[in-house]
Every structure is written in C-alpha cells, then in structure tokens.
C-alpha cells in the first residue's frame, strides 16, 4: 500500500470541531511547522494559541465553537479542572445578583488571563482541582473572590451566616480545607463552628 503524503496524512486525521496540539502531528510528519502552516493558509486548521489548533466546523450560521471541554483539556494537557462563571454565585441565594461575562478555569496547571480562539478565560492554579462543581465549591470561591465581586460584601456575608445550613457540613469543611484561601477560612470556620 503507498505511503500518504503527510499533509494528507493529518488531514485525514482531522475531525471538524476537533482540538489539537502540535505534538498530536509529531509522528506523521518530519516537518510539523511547515505542515501546519500550509494547513492553517489553506484555513484546514485555525490557530487558537501557541501550540494549539482547531480544525474549523462549518455549521449554516457560520463556524461553531470548539466544546469548552476539549479545548481546555488539550490546552492544559490534562483533563482535572473545572469551569465557572462568577454568575454561578447567584445560585447560592445570598444576594448575588450580577451577570459576570467571565470564565474562570480552576486547574493545577496554569495562572492568569489567556485568551484561546474567541475566548478569554481566567486561569486559577490549585494544587488540586475538584472533579465536579458543588455548591459548597462555589461557596467556598464566592468567597475567595468576595473582593472582586460588584455586590454588597457584608450583605452576602449576613446572608451566609442565616442560609449556612443549607449546605452539607461535611462538604463545606472539605470544599473549604482543600480550596478555601486563608482569608476565606478565617471567615468560614467560626461560622461552621456555631453550627456543631
């Protein structure tokens, strides 16, 4: 069987809406660089980041995201990380009521503001990240950024001392040891405390 060239190689290997590294080419090509230059001119791949690509999915109101998941595993090259919105705070019936236009990725990797593709994304470094988002998660960063938010601080922080008991205890004292900065802890664990 003849040899693909290998342009054609990783255009065959290609899937519309798919994210990818350059290291994802590395064993199909000699020259990966020149290869995924011809690629993104022929507009086959478009260059989110260094490093990073998106092979474009045409759709009939124009080309579709990438999913946020994917190109924020192949981004970070791991997959333990979790997404939010400040807006997500509102949720938690404490007086939150603003509409944040931001994404904050909690992961073990990466720190600061980074714009991939269309998006900007905010970059929180954990030694860890939680698998999943809980409510006592968002409480425990509601509070971490209490300082950033455009709300009335010593509302919220009323609030939370009469709605803490519809929170799990037990979630809250993990979600707080494991993410909780020292100011938040300083202002969580009295008023966990009252509550044993």
């Known amino acids: 069987m003849e040899k693909l060239p290998a342009l054609d190689t990783i255009r065959k290997s290609l899937s519309p809406g798919g994210v ?13 660089d020149r290869n995924l230059a011809t690629l993104v001119e022929e507009k086959v791949l478009r260059k989110l980041q ?23 595993s192949k981004f970070l090259n791991d997959d333990h990380f979790v997404v939010y919105g400040p807006t997500m705070f509102n949720s ?10 931001k994404r904050i990725v909690f992961n073990r990797k990466r720190h600061g503001e980074m714009k991939l593709g ?25 509070v971490n950024r209490l300082k950033e938010l455009a709300e009335d601080r010593d509302l919220i922080l009323k609030n939370l001392q009469t709605k803490l008991h519809e ?4 979630k809250l004292y993990n979600a707080l040891n494991r993410f ?11 008023l966990l405390e009252k509550r044993i």
């Open 118 to 142: 269309d998006r900007t994304y905010f970059f929180h470094r954990w030694r860890e990240a939680p698998k999943s988002l809980s409510k006592e998660f968002l409480l425990v960063e509601m």
């Open 92 to 101: 938690l019936g404490l007086g939150t009521t603003q509409v944040y236009d």
């Open 50 to 72: 260094n490093g990073l690509y998106l092979c474009p999915k045409k759709t009939p109101f124009g080309e579709a995201p990438p999913s946020e998941n994917e190109l924020l």
């Open 20 to 32: 990818y590294r350059r290291s994802d080419f590395e064993d199909m090509t000699s020259n990966v």
């Open 180 to 190: 909780g900065t020292k100011s938040t802890q300083k202002k969580l664990r009295p």
């Open 167 to 170: 929170f799990s205890s037990m």
